[in-house]
């Protein structure tokens, strides 16, 4: 299984850099580039389209496809042919995008173009000739392709060449564990942990869940020193499925036991990715939507009225960057709205959305939004959801926390650090 190659176009749909395609004809590409250019002209929203793009080829007996995805300003393509899982292609894409992140820290386009000797690089080194990806993992790449800095551009445009790295082992590949480097030294040894939870629910018009769904990662950074062995134990890893584990993760001792057991790659990784599924009654009111929303919409000839009450469900923390959208449809034309607590609102004409948004929502506070809004049709049909965004620092929907870290094979005694964030995505239905 293999991929055709990749593209990375700016927000003109432009392309930036691409691989070399070295068994395909020059214009495959371009075939490529075309078919999603005109896929984003013909939609009137961008979120339409969908992810992978059929694309009738060169010829008429090889079609292929165009997978693609948006991070930021800048879009990354990979055409397809043959027999090939798109997950395979999606994988790969993120995998690229947290490199060149690694690497370049914010992405655009004039950040990709200053630095376009290392973006070949990696493109070379990630993807071979065939269409397989090679070498993923930041630790060995940084021994391959030199990182960017003030240096290295100075040398670069005073015409040097062949730049030594600076660690004790700078020839490619030297360390045993492909994801760790040889040699690391630290003066304080500490690890620390996010775990990265996001609430994907369906609220329908009585306030009950009808889809309610807990996705969850945990992001590391490890700052020890030599080989470290880790163990780590989570208080109820019973309830994590559908578990996606870093290379680095020894898979016979999680299946068996629940536990971590690894050698982490020095800096900044990602360990895991996660479904929390809670096996008792008594966790599922921790799953459950944390807030309440009492919506009055009416309809009329040309237009209609909103009338939201919005308030948390939660004692101790506050939700913050709440963001209310509903689409008003097509042909409408404005609205005039009024929001307590200093909470502000949009509306974009081009796409027709109102937006209500909310900095901070405590708890045992009730926020209302009230206005109506014109449209040029005779009867307006707004959508029959609400979208609703928001973010609760220090919560985990899983109450997930570290019961035990362990190391062996050095002698030194770890610092640890977690903290856990809450994302959510509800739809609500009135």
Not at 142 to 159: E, W, Y
Not at 264 to 278: I, S, T, V
Not at 415 to 422: F, L, V
């Amino acid at each position: 299984m293999a991929i055709d190659g990749l593209i990375i176009l700016d927000n003109t749909g432009r392309a930036i850099a691409q691989s070399g395609f070295h068994s395909f004809p020059p214009a495959y590409p371009l075939l490529h580039i075309d078919a999603l250019n005109s896929a984003l002209a013909s939609s009137p929203r961008q979120i339409d389209v969908d992810p992978v793009i059929y694309v009738q080829g060169l010829k008429l007996d090889s079609p292929s496809a165009c997978c693609h995805v948006r991070r930021g300003e800048l879009r990354y393509l990979c055409p397809v042919s043959g027999d090939v899982d798109p997950l395979y292609a999606f994988a790969f894409l993120q995998t690229f995008v947290d490199i060149l992140h690694e690497y370049f820290g914010h992405l655009s386009a004039e950040t990709l173009k200053d630095n376009f000797d290392i973006v070949y690089q990696l493109l070379e080194e990630t993807l071979d000739s065939g269409g397989h990806p090679l070498t993923t993992s930041p630790n060995a790449l940084r021994d391959i392709v030199l990182p960017p800095t003030l240096l290295h551009k100075v040398l670069s445009v005073a015409g040097v060449s062949g730049l030594a790295s600076t660690s004790a082992n700078s020839h490619p590949f030297a360390s045993p564990i492909p994801w760790r480097k040889v040699g690391v030294r630290y003066n304080n040894n500490e690890i620390f942990f996010d775990v990265v939870e996001t609430l994907e629910a369906i609220v329908n018009k009585n306030g009950q869940p009808a889809v309610s769904t807990v996705w969850g990662r945990v992001d590391s950074n490890c700052k020890l020193s030599g080989t470290p062995d880790l163990l780590l134990t989570f208080s109820n890893a019973q309830s994590l499925v559908d578990c996606s584990l870093h290379p680095c993760v020894r898979l016979q001792r999680w299946a068996r036991d629940k536990v971590l057991s690894f050698v982490p790659p020095d800096g900044k990784f990602k360990l895991m990715d996660y479904r929390f599924a809670p096996a008792t009654a008594s966790a599922i009111s921790q799953t459950s939507v944390p807030f309440t929303l009492r919506t009055g919409i009416t309809v009329d000839e040309r237009g209609g009225s909103i009338d939201l009450t919005l308030s948390s469900r939660l004692t101790t923390r506050t939700m913050e960057n709440v963001y209310v959208e509903l689409y008003l449809g097509e042909g409408a034309t404005g609205a005039n709205c009024l929001a307590s607590h200093n909470a502000s609102w949009t509306f974009n004409p081009r796409t027709q959305t109102l937006v209500w948004e909310l900095k901070a929502v405590v708890p045992s506070a009730n926020y209302t939004f009230r206005g109506s809004f014109t449209s040029t049709a005779e009867n307006p049909r707004p959508s029959r959801a609400f979208r609703i965004r928001f973010e609760i620092p220090q919560h985990n929907f899983s109450a997930m926390r570290i019961e035990q870290l362990k190391l062996t094979g050095e002698v030194y005694k770890p610092y640890k650090g977690m903290r856990g964030t809450s994302f959510g995505n509800v739809e609500w239905r009135w």
